[in-house]
C-alpha cells in the first residue's frame, strides 16, 4: 500500500462566537486516567464516495476542538509534580495524504503492518490527537484518527468523534462533553479501602519488570498471526440459548461470545490442565457509580474485572460456566469497588509503595492470559461527515498474542466481529474450534 504524504499542520480550535478562554490553565489527571495506559491508539474508518472535502472536515475539526480542549493540550507536569493537561490550544495534527490505487485493491480485511500507514505514528508523539486523511484513486477516503488513552476512554473518545460528525455538518454539538475530571472522583473522609488493589489495578515496579520478561515467551511478532472471525447473529443465539438454559437472565451477547472465545483460545495454546488463565475485562464505572456518571463525561472512567479459573476446568466444563465466572467478575466492579478505588489510589499508598500500573502494553505474549477490549457499545459507526457512516472501521495493528478486539459488524444486523491473535503454531486448532456450539 504505497501512500504519499501531501501535508502536515496543526490545526488548533476556533472559537466563533463564543469568548476566546484562557490557555494559562490547566487540569489534573484523575486517578483512572493515571492507572490507564500510557499510549497512544488507533483506529482506522473508510468512507465510500462522495465525500467532503479535506478543508471541510478540517474546519469540522476545529469547531469540535473547542469543545473537546483537552485534545488540543499538551501531557505534562504541574509545578508540584502532578500529571496535568496543559489548556494550551497548541492543537492536534492533520495529515493529508493520498493513493494512486483503488482501495478496494489494498485495504486488508484485518489488521495488518500495512494498515499503519493510514494514521501517523504512535511513538514520540506532542500531541494529543492526530488525524490522517488518505485519498484513494476511486474517490473512497480512509480516516486514521490516534488519541492518548490517559486523555479519554473508548467511551469518550467514541462521543468526540461522533461530535466531529456534527460539527462538520454545522450541526448543534449535542451532548456537550462534561469535563470535571479533576473535580468529581474525590476520596471519602475518612477513606474507606475495601478491597486490595494491589496486582489489579497496581503493582510493585520490580514485578511488572519480572512480568514483562517472564511473560514474553516469544520474541519476534512474525511469529503472531491476526485472525478476523464474523459471528453471525444466528450463531450468536444458538450459543446464547444453550448457555442460558433456565435462566431467568439470559447472558449477553457479549458474555457469550466471551466465554466461547475464552474457551476456544485456551484449547488452541495447548496449555496444561493445572494453569489458571483469566481474561482481563474493562468495565465502564459511568453507569456504575452511584449516583451515575453522565454519559458524556469526558475523561477515562473504567477499571478492570478478571474472571480466571483452572484450564481444566475451563475446557472441560459447558459455555455456562465460563459465561457464569464473565457474569459474576464484572458485577463485583460496583459503586463500592470504583469508590473503594478512588480512596485507595488518592491516598499516598501508591507513592509510598513505588507502585505502577498493571495496564502495559509491552508485552507481546499474554499466555495463558487474554486481554479483551469490547467495542461493542461504542457509537464508532455514528461518525458521519455529510456523507453517511463508514463501511470500514478497524484498529490498527498491534502484535500481542492474546489481544482481544469485539466490534459490532458493519452488517448493522447484531452480528460481531472478533480480531483476534495467535500464534501460528495454534491457528488450526482455534479454526477447527471456532464455530463449534459443543
Known amino acids: 500500500m504505497k501512500i504519499t504524504i501531501k501535508s502536515s499542520r496543526v490545526v488548533k480550535p476556533t472559537y466563533n462566537n463564543k469568548n476566546v478562554p484562557s490557555t494559562k490553565h490547566h487540569v489534573r489527571l484523575s486517578v483512572f486516567d493515571k492507572v490507564t495506559y500510557s499510549a497512544h491508539v488507533a483506529v482506522i474508518y473508510a468512507f465510500n464516495p462522495p465525500t467532503p472535502s479535506n478543508i471541510v472536515i478540517e474546519k469540522g475539526l476545529s469547531k469540535v476542538l473547542s469543545e473537546y480542549r483537552e485534545w488540543a493540550g499538551r501531557l505534562g507536569e504541574d509545578t508540584e509534580g502532578n500529571l496535568v493537561i496543559f489548556l494550551n490550544d497548541q492543537g492536534v495534527r492533520f495529515v493529508e495524504a493520498a493513493s494512486d490505487s483503488k482501495l478496494r485493491n489494498v485495504l486488508p480485511s484485518k489488521p495488518t503492518k500495512e494498515i499503519q500507514s493510514l494514521h501517523p505514528s504512535l511513538y514520540s508523539v506532542e500531541e494529543l490527537v492526530q488525524v490522517q486523511l488518505t485519498r484513494f484513486a476511486c474517490g473512497s477516503l480512509v480516516v486514521g484518527f490516534t488519541a492518548h488513552h490517559q486523555v479519554a476512554d473508548g467511551h469518550a473518545t467514541s462521543n468526540f468523534l461522533v461530535a466531529w460528525g456534527l460539527a462538520t455538518r454545522n450541526l448543534v454539538i449535542d451532548p456537550i462533553p462534561l469535563c470535571m475530571r479533576n473535580i468529581i472522583f474525590k476520596p471519602r473522609d475518612p477513606p474507606l479501602i475495601q478491597y486490595d488493589h494491589h496486582k489489579i489495578e497496581y503493582m510493585n515496579n520490580k514485578y511488572a519488570k519480572y512480568t514483562a520478561i517472564s511473560d514474553n515467551k516469544i520474541s519476534n511478532e512474525e511469529d503472531i498471526t491476526i485472525q478476523k472471525v464474523h459471528f453471525s447473529n444466528e450463531f450468536i443465539n444458538k450459543l446464547r440459548a444453550k448457555a442460558s438454559t433456565g435462566l431467568s437472565k439470559p447472558f449477553s451477547r457479549f458474555e ?109 505474549t499474554l499466555s495463558p492470559r487474554l486481554e479483551v477490549e469490547s467495542w461493542l457499545t461504542f457509537p464508532f459507526y455514528d461518525l458521519d461527515f455529510g456523507s453517511g457512516s463508514p463501511y470500514y472501521f478497524m484498529p490498527t495493528y498491534f502484535a500481542t498474542e492474546g489481544l482481544l478486539f469485539l466490534l459490532p459488524s458493519h452488517l448493522g444486523d447484531g452480528s460481531i466481529d472478533a480480531i483476534v491473535q495467535l500464534v501460528y503454531d495454534n491457528l488450526n486448532t482455534f479454526k477447527m474450534c471456532c464455530y463449534s456450539l459443543d
Do not use: C
Not at 264 to 288: D, F, K
Not at 318 to 335: G, H, Q, S, T, Y
Open 256 to 364: 457469550t461470545i466471551l466465554a466461547h472465545l475464552w474457551r476456544v483460545i485456551t484449547m488452541a495454546r495447548e496449555l496444561q490442565g493445572h494453569e489458571t488463565t483469566q481474561i482481563r475485562i474493562s468495565v465502564n464505572g459511568r453507569m456504575r457509580l452511584a449516583p451515575k456518571v453522565p454519559n458524556e463525561y469526558f475523561g477515562n472512567l473504567v477499571l478492570w474485572a478478571f474472571p480466571r479459573t483452572k484450564v481444566r476446568d475451563l475446557i472441560n466444563r459447558p459455555l455456562r460456566f465460563a459465561a457464569e465466572l464473565i457474569r459474576a467478575e464484572v458485577a463485583k466492579v460496583n459503586d463500592t469497588y470504583f469508590k473503594s478505588f478512588i480512596d485507595f489510589a488518592s491516598s499516598n499508598i501508591v507513592n509510598k509503595e513505588g507502585l505502577v500500573t498493571t495496564a502495559i502494553m509491552d508485552e507481546m
